[in-house]
């Protein structure tokens, strides 16, 4: 296992240069000048000069590239042309809590996913599959800041129940922390539920037909073992792929329900650096995401190789 | 087939699809003594397989259903007993090995697991003791090194090994009863007579009755004390291997023998059954046979019932035995 972990990150390194490159060229093609923007209203050329000077933008693309790239392996992904403060710092401090929002609409969205799913394709065809199915469908139908303005209105301002917004570290408050950010998460996890409850039901669906829930069957194991420990555990393998990328699509795209919740999170943090033409938090953030993808990937390989006996041996 | 009390009584059995006009396994009968060997004989789709699956209570989650018939099995019904009553069966007093040693093993577990959970579902023992059981019956099934291939996941061994891990599995609760669902079709020739070889020595060591169903009349002339064989969902003749085998009374079981390559023979080309099996939505009402037999006259419009010619054989013919059917009568089948 160690060896392909090793083999695994090997293998990204070209990845991510490849990512880098393309982050920072696509950057310089867009169009607009940070500096104008940072130059402010009168666009005084000398300040303009003076701060095209400092920025090295008068260098030619590969210099600036080979500059910025040598100091992002020393973990100096530049300064923040808006907020001067350090982007590795920006993002080391909004990172958590987008991977805290992640985390628990993944959570979320496996506790009901996954059993829908197992239950729907175990059911197959009765009215327990339709409403799972139609309840699914809702799910990724509905859209999220839809679902967080419906949240916040009934829980938070008709009920009382649980905060419409903000954020708390959780090393502050754990459990107030959790509380705060559980709605969010559930708006984020409802969708993602949907999908992961559709593969889990085809995945499921194709199991339940093989010969060793037969074989199972034949052996007098109860149902329940029968599902879980001979069916779901072959289908997991394909689930946990779409487990694996969802999580990176989260990391990256919490946007909506982070502004809806105003979480102050990485998905503000984009869009923000966005709107200022921020270019070193942008490639920051881009790089930061692109890393997130090819460690979920690895993961999901490593996770596979314990899912599948079979794989181990190559 | 005279004995008071058999072991397996299945009589009726009846399996249709909803919705379609005749039933795929039409009134199957026959009975199983402890100890015996039976081996169910016909071609592909002729219902063997569906009738050991019924038998096992594993068509749940299919579009057949059980029609009609009882299978008594040591004063249970197997076709209407409770689903529960079933479970606590299968592979423990009733088990069952299938067709493809390949797929039929659960790629994900290591076998030692999957046989020690085979005992586990039906006996309260301690999982140390289940291992230990399941070791044990590796060495009973001949597997090499027994002890070591515990923990060895289903890719890693071939396809005769696997299939003794089914074996070793069914056996582990010392069933009374065996079914084998075509258990060496998938396997290479040499490796057939191994397999064979090996379930004729252990269904002698522990006295497992076994329902064998095959498509290789190889196997029955290897491994049966009666035969059973199948025609369409139906049964055609049935007997003591002996008198199958010697005496066949039945024009498809006579079509059977004759298009068994022979070694001793200078038969040339050899000999086939024309025309094809009925399709399961359009099965005649009469002898399901007819269409191919050369004996066939206006009387097969009518079903024959499986008729007693001499103790413990029996056929499903209008016309048997055959040698009265005057030579001159036989009429060209067209192909």
């Not at chain 1, 040598?70 to 993002?91: C, F, M, Y």
């Not at chain 2, 009518?302 to 007693?308: D, K, R």
Request: hydrophobic letters at 50%; one cysteine or more.
């Amino acid at each position: 296992m160690l060896a392909f972990l090793g083999r695994r990150i090997l293998i990204a390194i070209p990845t991510v240069f490849l990512i880098s490159v393309f982050v920072f060229t696509l950057q310089h093609l867009l169009p607009g000048d940070p500096i104008l923007v940072m130059a402010g209203e009168e666009r005084d050329p000398e300040i303009i000069a003076a701060l095209r000077e400092k920025y090295r933008m008068n260098d030619p693309i590969t210099v600036q590239y080979l500059a910025w790239a040598g100091n992002a392996l020393q973990g100096d992904l530049g300064i923040s042309l808006r907020t001067q403060q350090p982007v590795l710092e920006l993002i080391a401090e909004k990172l958590p809590v987008t991977i805290q929002l992640a985390v628990m609409a993944l959570i979320i969205a496996i506790l009901i996913g996954i059993p829908a799913g197992v239950l729907s394709a175990y059911k197959k065809g009765t009215w327990i599959d339709w409403l799972a199915n139609i309840i699914a469908l809702s799910g990724l139908s509905v859209p999220n800041f839809w679902l967080g303005i419906m949240l916040i209105l009934l829980v938070s301002v008709r009920l009382g129940w649980l905060p419409a917004s903000g954020y708390l570290p959780l090393s502050e408050d754990p459990l107030q922390s959790i509380r705060v950010m559980v709605m969010p998460a559930f708006v984020l996890g409802t969708a993602l539920a949907a999908t992961l409850m559709r593969h889990t039901r085809s995945a499921m669906l194709s199991v339940l037909k093989s010969d060793y829930v037969r074989t199972a069957r034949a052996k007098g194991l109860r149902e329940g073992v029968v599902l879980v420990k001979h069916a779901l555990r072959n289908a997991l393998v394909p689930v946990v792929t779409v487990i694996t990328l969802l999580f990176g699509e989260l990391l990256a795209g919490a946007v909506l329900t982070e502004q809806i919740f105003t979480i102050p999170g990485f998905g503000k943090l984009v869009v923000d650096a966005v709107f200022n033409r921020d270019y070193a938090v942008v490639q920051g953030i881009v790089l930061c995401t692109g890393i997130a993808f090819i460690a979920m990937n690895i993961l999901a390989d490593a996770a596979y190789r314990v899912l599948n006996p079979r794989m181990s041996d190559q | 087939m005279t004995d008071p009390s058999p072991l397996l009584d299945v009589r009726g059995l009846s399996i249709r699809v909803a919705g379609t006009a005749e039933p795929l396994v039409d009134n199957v009968s026959f009975t199983l003594n402890a100890g015996e060997t039976l081996c169910i004989v016909g071609e592909s789709g002729c219902g063997k397989s569906l009738t050991a699956l019924a038998l096992m209570g594993l068509l749940e989650g299919t579009p057949l259903r059980v029609e009609r018939g009882s299978a008594m099995f040591q004063g249970i019904d197997l076709l209407s007993a409770a689903p529960d009553v079933l479970r606590g069966l299968r592979g423990d007093r009733a088990a069952m090995i299938f067709q493809e040693p390949m797929t039929s093993l659960n790629p994900a577990l290591r076998i030692g697991e999957q046989i020690a959970e085979a005992v586990r579902a039906h006996r309260d023992i301690p999982r140390d003791a289940a291992r230990a059981r399941a070791a044990e019956m590796l060495q009973r099934v001949r597997i090499p090194a027994a002890g070591k291939r515990l923990d060895e996941y289903p890719h890693q061994l071939s396809g005769g090994m696997r299939q003794r891990v089914m074996i070793a599995m069914a056996l582990a609760n010392d069933p009374a009863l065996l079914i084998a669902d075509e258990p060496t079709t998938a396997l290479d020739v040499t490796i057939q007579a191994q397999i064979l070889d090996l379930m004729r020595n252990l269904g002698a060591e522990t006295g497992t009755a076994q329902i064998m169903i095959t498509h290789d009349l190889g196997v029955v002339a290897e491994m049966a004390d009666k035969v059973a064989v199948m025609y369409a969902g139906r049964i055609v003749e049935a007997g003591t291997t002996a008198q199958v085998f010697d005496d066949p009374q039945h024009p498809y079981t006579l079509g059977l023998m004759s298009s068994m390559p022979s070694l001793a023979g200078d038969q040339g080309r050899l000999v086939t059954i024309p025309g094809s099996v009925p399709s399961p939505d359009d099965m005649p009402r009469g002898c399901r046979f007819a269409a191919r037999c050369p004996f066939a006259t206006a009387q097969c419009e009518a079903p024959p019932p499986l008729a007693p010619r001499g103790t413990g054989h029996a056929v499903a013919c209008w016309h048997a035995p055959l040698e009265d059917f005057a030579v001159g009568q036989r009429r060209e089948v067209p192909a």
